[in-house]
């Protein structure tokens, strides 16, 4: 157990819908990163918050955003959802910045 | 893009070590080596990193070379639980923002 909690564990939604996905960071761990990774493809950054203040963005859509909320916990939302975001979608946190991350279980979502 | 270059794939005989390299050979000096492995879709794991001297924790050693243009990792007696992907990424301690994975070697051990 890495102690980064990811729910849903799971996820099915329609084309076109939001979704939320959120992330508990272990205790005082400040970085919150996110990663996707599609089916047999490699691990995709998203995005890097610390503290609340992004730091850091990567391949991410613009139908794709996340925040960082005061108690560090993260979400990230996905809306316009398209068949192609199906995803293993992780999330990594780490107590500054360029220390070791620990990586969370992820959420598998999937878009019919 | 990645800064580390890695085999696609190895073999290992269970119970034998298993030696992973990697190449990093633009690596700067405030640069730390990290290893992770990601076991068939779960999360990345961590497994141990360094800056210039070998490193052993209760899962790997880490062998760095002198000029630390390449390293090694070693899974001492491997097992059939250690079959993943394992990355190899190098990274600024206190600085770099991302984490950036390549492709990583995929370790098969065999039976």
């Known amino acids: 157990d890495s102690g980064v909690t990811q729910t849903p564990k799971h996820l099915i939604t329609a084309t076109g819908q939001r979704v939320t996905l959120r992330c508990s960071p272990r205790s005082g761990d400040l970085s919150v990163y996110w990663y996707q990774q599609s089916l047999d493809q490699g691990l995709q950054f998203l995005i890097h918050?610390?503290?609340?203040?992004?730091?850091a963005k990567g391949n991410i859509l613009e139908r794709f955003s996340a925040q960082q909320f005061p108690d560090l916990h993260s979400e990230l939302n996905l809306s316009s959802l398209e068949l192609g975001d199906s995803a293993l979608y992780f999330c990594a946190s780490s107590v500054g910045v360029g220390s070791r991350a620990f990586f969370g279980q992820g959420t598998r979502l999937t878009v019919v | 893009d990645a800064k580390t270059t890695q085999p696609p794939s190895m073999d290992c005989a269970e119970g034998r070590a298993a030696n992973l390299p990697c190449n990093h050979s633009?690596?700067?000096?405030?640069?730390?080596v990290y290893w992770y492995r990601q076991i068939h879709s779960q999360g990345p794991q961590y497994i141990i990193h360094?800056?210039?001297n070998n490193e052993t924790n209760e899962m790997a050693s880490l062998i760095i070379t002198e000029d630390r243009k390449s390293s090694t990792l070693i899974l001492p007696h491997a097992t059939l639980r250690d079959t993943a992907v394992y990355y190899c990424?190098?990274?600024?301690?206190?600085?770099?923002?991302?984490?950036?994975f390549g492709k990583g070697t995929r370790l098969h051990i065999l039976p």
């Open positions: 360094g800056l210039k």
């Open positions: 990424i190098v990274r600024a301690f206190y600085r770099d923002d991302k984490i950036i």
């Open positions: 633009t690596i700067s000096g405030n640069e730390y």
């Open positions: 918050y610390y503290n609340g203040e992004e730091r």
